[in-house]
């Protein structure tokens, strides 16, 4: 299998383990503020793995502001009771590049808790949809085919692209930031298609679902997987 994907595995193994450690160590809980928990969580990363390093801003959002997309900037939030919120965090470790978000929801509202639990599973079915039809995918086909499944699962999809490259830190200095490179319209590259450089490409899957109505969503992201992986 390719090297440089194994490193991307093992980038998003220890991402795993921060996120893990969030959880273990209770730190989402209402009365913090978002900015409040991204430090919190920013010096997790460097008690557990010695890094200061993150390729992309550091997002935490909560409430409303889980309505936005990656590109805004909300005003920080106060975590609230029954609230929910997720991370989008891209540490590197050893100049290899993670992308993972999760969300997470305090409290019982039913609504919250169906969001968190479809925001999973579509993104598993989206993943076993790219990897049967890998070779044949195009990124907007992709992107078409997510903005389907947030339907089919009731929800609207949040952002104009569902993932983007991931690769060797800086990754966006290398590929640079052309619509081949994301998946979302008018990407018509298949997404099996080589870099310039003649390098098999790796993917990272964005799923953002929200409900407008009642001013929520959720968001999920991974590594997608390759051929012979699991």
């Known amino acids: 299998m390719n090297q440089s994907y194994l490193n991307l595995v093992e980038a998003e193994r220890k991402a795993v383990v921060l996120f893990d450690a969030i959880e273990e160590r209770g730190l989402v809980v209402p009365g913090k503020m978002e900015s409040q928990l991204n430090t919190e969580v920013f010096e997790l990363a460097f008690e557990l793995f010695g890094i200061r390093k993150f390729w992309h801003k550091r997002i935490v959002r909560s409430g409303v502001n889980t309505l936005c997309p990656y590109k805004a900037n909300p005003p920080d939030l106060e975590l ?11 540490p590197v470790f050893e100049e290899w590049e993670a992308d993972y978000g999760r969300t997470y929801v305090m409290g019982n509202d039913p609504r919250k808790l169906k969001l968190k639990e479809d925001v999973d599973l579509m993104w598993e079915e989206g993943a076993s949809f790219y990897r049967a039809n890998k070779d044949i995918l195009t990124g907007e086909d992709f992107y ?39 998946l979302m ?26 409900d407008k109505e009642n001013n929520f ?6 590594l997608l997987p390759v051929a012979g992986s699991k």
């Open 80 to 90: 609230q009771e029954d609230d929910i919120m997720f991370f989008d965090f891209g």
């Open 144 to 182: 078409n085919y997510t903005k389907e499944l947030a339907l089919k699962f009731g929800w609207e999809y949040g952002n104009h692209h569902c993932g983007h490259l991931i690769g060797n830190f800086p990754h966006e200095h290398i590929q640079g930031e052309d619509t081949i490179n994301y």
């Open 185 to 210: 319209p008018d990407n018509k590259q298949k997404m099996s298609d080589p870099d310039r450089f003649g390098n098999e490409r790796f993917w990272i899957y964005e799923v953002h679902l929200i």
């Open 217 to 222: 969503g959720a968001f999920v992201e991974r």
